[in-house]
């Protein structure tokens, strides 16, 4: 049972433009979510979060945006780089510290 | 700061056989997770520990796998015996587990396993 989905499996973007990353979950008990990046070989690096108390947050060229009725988010980078070519996950979090994992996004960004 | 250290890197075993993967957490975290990440999925959380203490072990297939962490630090997992379905990569990953950023957990490079 995915209490976290991704639906969209890959995304290609050109250079400069934006990325819309979107993430579902069904747990209404979730309060916390974040974003994970994660090139090839390597393990996931942590991007940006976001708390349920608030629906936008933002660091530099990411922004993360938060529906908590439509139970969605979605990540925005803007403007996109080559760089950012990478697999894109996003995890929530109910009580404690166990999280819940989507099943990627591959964003490429062409320059 | 040093990352979490994970080793090795990659193991190719038979089935039947056993494998063994070892974590360092960044220093000063009390969390530590391990997870599997099959091809094309998200981690999925193996077990947590609360410095030496596994809180949450539900998704440990517990037949076959143990983990430990002595002394609150560096943690072992492992499999025994494999089978070919235990073919993934193996994720560690620590948290501070409180406080304001207590959440963000920060990876390890990983283990991929293959079980032929």
């Known amino acids: 049972d995915q209490q976290v989905k991704q639906n969209s499996p890959s995304l290609s973007v050109q250079e400069g433009r934006i990325s819309i990353l979107n993430c579902d979950y069904t747990?209404?008990?979730?309060?916390?979510f974040l974003w994970y990046k994660k090139y090839p070989a390597e393990g996931p690096t942590f991007l940006i979060s976001?708390?349920?108390?608030?629906d936008k947050n933002e660091d530099g060229r990411f922004t993360v945006f938060l529906n908590k009725s439509a139970k969605h988010l979605s990540l925005h980078i803007v403007p996109s780089q080559p760089g950012d070519s990478a697999v894109y996950f996003c995890?929530?979090?109910?009580?404690?510290?166990?999280?819940?994992f989507g099943t990627g996004t591959s964003l490429t960004v062409i320059p | 700061e040093a990352g979490v250290v994970q080793s090795p890197r990659y193991k190719i075993i038979e089935k039947k056989q056993p494998v063994a993967f070892w974590c360092n957490p960044i220093?000063?975290?009390?969390?530590l997770y391990w997870y599997r990440q099959n091809l094309g999925q998200g981690p999925e959380l193996l077990i947590r520990?609360?410095?030496?203490?596994?809180?949450?072990d539900s998704q440990l297939p517990k037949d076959r796998f143990s983990a430990e962490r002595l002394k609150g630090v560096d943690s072992t997992l492992k499999i025994q015996p494999a089978e070919l379905g235990d073919s993934a990569v193996y994720l560690c990953?620590?948290?501070?587990?409180?406080?304001?950023?207590?959440?963000?957990?920060?990876f390890g490079p990983g283990t991929r396993l293959t079980v032929t």
């Open positions: 990953a620590s948290s501070l587990g409180e406080g304001l950023l207590g959440y963000e957990q920060y």
């Open positions: 747990n209404s008990m979730f309060d916390y």
């Open positions: 976001i708390s349920s108390i608030k």
């Open positions: 995890a929530a979090s109910g009580t404690g510290n166990q999280f819940y």
């Open positions: 220093s000063g975290h009390n969390t």
């Open positions: 520990y609360e410095n030496e203490e596994a809180v949450d």
